[in-house]
């Protein structure tokens, strides 16, 4: 089985710190993915990644970034935490092969920022 | 531009009555479809995809879904509840280029009760 796994389920931080959230998986996956969930919403697409350095922005970068280094590896930053980016943080990754599309998704980091 | 609109946010259900979700897309070439259910406190987990075989999709837990070209419908079915389906349940649909990205519905929350 895909396993997703993200560092964190629950954060606490201070409008203006530097937040670090890291991602990891098991399968070999290409392509990885940050979205932000909000009620009412739905999932949003922060950046995602098709290879290793490689980046690409998404509906909603602003006051976001990323590092992907390493294979397995997709991190998401935020350079000065902000009230409104208090929200649920969903990491996911996919094959890059033809009709596997379907992408396999972490548990979440929840992020209170106050 | 390809989307998915969930035509309900909330539904509610009595255990062991018919589930029905709604789903209606847009696409200017053949779709990927896909449900992913999201427990509380959990990430999203596939429940079926449609990548243009059999229209009728079955899936997990007893869930399937028909895709209807006609009606640009893709609605998820399930013939009889039960309490531990009560979660979160999203219509999504491939968008394609780079990376292979997925577009959200805003969630249909399926409430079951005794």
């Known amino acids: 089985d895909v396993k997703v796994t993200q560092s964190s389920r629950y954060l606490v931080k201070r409008t203006g710190e530097k937040v670090f959230l890291e991602c990891v998986q098991d399968m070999d996956h290409e392509n990885m993915f940050w979205y932000r969930q909000d009620p009412g919403l739905g999932l949003r697409l922060i950046y995602f990644s098709y290879d290793v350095k490689m980046k690409e922005k998404g509906d909603i970068p602003e006051g976001y970034s990323v590092s992907r280094e390493k294979k397995e590896r997709f991190s998401l930053i935020l350079e000065s935490a902000s009230t409104n980016q208090t929200s649920m943080y969903l990491c996911?990754?996919?094959?890059?092969?033809?009709?596997?599309?379907?992408?396999?998704f972490g548990p979440g980091t929840r992020l209170t920022v106050t | 531009a390809q989307s998915v609109t969930q035509l309900d946010s909330h539904v509610s259900v009595s255990e062991g009555t018919p589930v029905l979700l709604r789903c209606n897309y847009s696409?200017?070439?053949?779709?990927?479809l896909f449900w992913y259910v999201q427990h509380p406190n959990k990430g999203l987990q596939l429940l079926l995809k449609y990548t243009s075989a059999a229209t009728l999709v079955k899936g997990i837990n007893g869930f399937e879904a028909e895709f209807k070209k006609s009606e640009t419908s893709f609605h998820l079915t399930k013939p009889s509840a039960h309490m531990s389906d009560a979660a979160e349940y999203f219509c999504v649909v491939r968008i394609g280029g780079g990376g292979n990205k997925l577009t959200f519905g805003t969630g249909t929350q399926l409430k079951v009760e005794l």
């Open positions: 696409s200017s070439y053949s779709p990927s």
């Open positions: 996911a990754s996919s094959l890059s092969a033809p009709g596997a599309y379907e992408q396999y």
